[in-house]
């Protein structure tokens, strides 16, 4: 009995230490997607289009040395033999590379709030996409929310006096993206690598042609631009890896609750620090879509705790994907 318990508490012991570590993954992940207007604001004279080249091609070569060294290419295997898995990661690799450039073109032009919309109702854009192309039901709570969430596109485009077609694009690119990740079901790391690997030929072709016509600032301005551009592999990969060490240790309804944390830090970089303009109609477009997630949230949590002897609960977040 004694060395039943003993075994019992060192369980209970790991479990609470892999849950804490598990959050602080979480929460470092989430964070340094939030402080992504901090570093692409930092590389001009870079055209967007060129950090985002930089960005494929780099976040391939960290991605190679990294596989190398853990000795982890065996799990590209399966995917390569998948026909239906290149296909879809193909099409990921579309989605992800529109979402990636918009957004930094987003900061680039001061539209870094219209940005954290985006990412604000992308989990309600995500079970509305879910809703047409998986076949699956909407309960009444998330219902209102997205109807909440519209209202809210209809107040912000008032208050832009245009569209928030920033905030849709990004929200959609990024919606499709999470369900051809989901419906491809491949690890993130090759699923990742895959996804550089069919865009990164082209970004270097753009580059060298940069290179060619003397516009390329990548080694040819100053010596911290051209490890910022570089940086952008690391940057891109490190909120991967620790975005995925937190979805094995802590549960869906964590996870869920964490992702705000990346356009509520977004959202208050652009009011506070780089001075946007957030009008009393463009506040109240928020509101609503805070409102939105407090009631989307609420209702996951409450399904959750339904669902939850039914349940595994310590796997990959099907429904939370990694942000930008």
């Known amino acids: 009995m004694s060395t039943q318990a003993g075994n019992s508490e060192a369980a209970s012991v790991e479990a609470a230490s892999q849950h804490r570590l598990g959050l602080i993954f979480g929460v470092a992940a989430y964070s340094l ?37 853990t000795r982890t290419w065996s799990r590209l295997s399966p995917v390569l033999a998948s026909r239906r898995s290149m296909l879809l990661l193909a099409v990921a690799s579309v989605l992800i590379g529109i979402n990636w450039g918009l957004y930094i073109w987003a900061v680039a032009n001061k539209h870094v709030v219209e940005g954290a919309l985006g990412y604000f109702i992308n989990p309600l854009v995500l079970v509305v996409v879910g809703t047409v192309f998986l076949g699956e039901k909407l309960r009444t709570l998330q219902w209102v929310a997205v109807g909440l969430a519209v209202l809210a596109v209809v107040v912000t485009t008032i208050g832009y006096g245009r569209l928030p077609w920033i905030a849709l694009i990004l929200a959609f690119s990024f919606a499709g993206y999470g369900v ?114 407090a009631l989307f949230t609420f209702d996951s949590l409450r399904h959750g705790q339904r669902t939850r002897s039914m349940r595994t609960p310590h796997t990959i977040a099907d429904d939370v994907e990694a942000p930008i």
């Not at 967007?48 to 060294?69: A, K, Q």
């Not at 040819?220 to 060490?245: D, I, N, Q, Y």
């Open 180 to 293: 051809i990740k989901k419906v491809a079901d491949v690890d993130p790391i090759a699923s990742l690598t895959i996804e550089t690997t069919y865009v990164s030929p082209l970004c270097l072709g753009y580059l060298v042609w940069l290179a060619s016509s003397n516009s390329l600032v990548f080694g040819h301005s100053s010596t911290r631009e051209t490890l910022l551009l570089a940086g952008a592999g690391v940057v891109t990969a490190v909120p991967l890896l620790l975005f995925s060490g937190a979805a094995i240790r802590i549960p869906l309804s964590t996870m869920g609750l964490l992702q705000y944390l990346t356009p509520s830090i977004q959202f208050f970089l652009g009011i506070f620090l780089m001075n946007e303009h957030m009008s009393p109609v463009l506040l109240t477009g928020f509101l609503i879509v805070w409102a939105a997630l």
């Open 33 to 69: 997607w939030g402080l992504f207007p901090l570093y692409w604001s930092r590389l001009e004279p870079a055209t967007p289009l060129e950090i985002l080249c930089d960005r494929f091609v780099w976040s391939l070569v960290f991605l190679v040395i990294l596989m190398t060294v």
